[in-house]
């Protein structure tokens, strides 16, 4: 294989990298935002952001790198919110500063995360409130 073929199959390869790292996170839309966070015994774990906030942009790859560490667990899904594009939705959901993490559990609001900014910190915490979102669901299920 010749020189320029190797580069072309490096940046196929590079570009398909690239995709899939992308998929673990969800763009959420006004269209798509309220089933996918109502959907049943799962939560969301969701960015707000616009993208000219310097606080968003020093993220830099940081969600999808979390979407990335939660491949695999069913009950959590990473997903992201351009106010810019979505402002009924962050409107809805009360965002008044980006960037702004929010956690939902059957369609309701669990908590805001406000800690560090590092995929574990994050992991840790969208593991351990969605255990505890699911326990009450639970309970309260029993109630009914």
Same mark, same amino acid.
């Given at each position: 294989?010749k020189?320029?073929?190797?580069?072309?199959a490096?940046?196929?390869?590079?570009?398909?990298?690239?995709?899939?790292?992308?998929?673990e996170?969800?763009?959420?839309?006004?269209?798509?935002f309220?089933? !996918?966070v109502?959907?049943k015994d799962?939560?969301?774990f969701? !960015?707000?952001?616009?993208?000219?906030c310097?606080?968003?942009k020093k993220?830099g790859?940081l969600?999808e790198?979390l979407?990335?560490a939660?491949?695999?667990?069913?009950?959590?899904?990473?997903?992201?919110?351009?106010?810019g !594009?979505?402002?009924d939705v962050?409107?809805k959901?009360?965002?008044?500063?980006y960037?702004?993490?929010?956690?939902?559990?059957n369609?309701?609001?669990?908590s805001?995360?406000q800690g560090?900014?590092d995929?574990?910190?994050l992991k840790?915490?969208?593991?351990?409130?969605?255990e505890?979102?699911?326990e009450?669901s639970?309970?309260?299920?029993?109630?009914l």
């Open positions: 294989m020189l320029g073929g190797r580069i072309i490096i940046l196929l390869v590079f570009s398909l990298t690239i995709v899939l790292t992308k998929a996170v969800i763009t959420l839309t006004p269209e798509t309220s089933d !996918k109502k959907e799962t939560a969301w969701v !960015k707000f952001c616009v993208p000219w310097k606080h968003c993220l790859n969600w790198e979407g990335n939660m491949e695999g667990d069913d009950e959590i899904e990473i997903g992201e919110v351009d106010c !594009k979505s402002r962050c409107t959901v009360e965002i008044h500063s960037p702004t993490f929010k956690l939902f559990y369609g309701e609001e669990v805001k995360y560090k900014r995929v574990e910190s840790t915490f969208v593991v351990e409130e969605t505890k979102a699911a009450k639970q309970l309260e299920d029993k109630e």
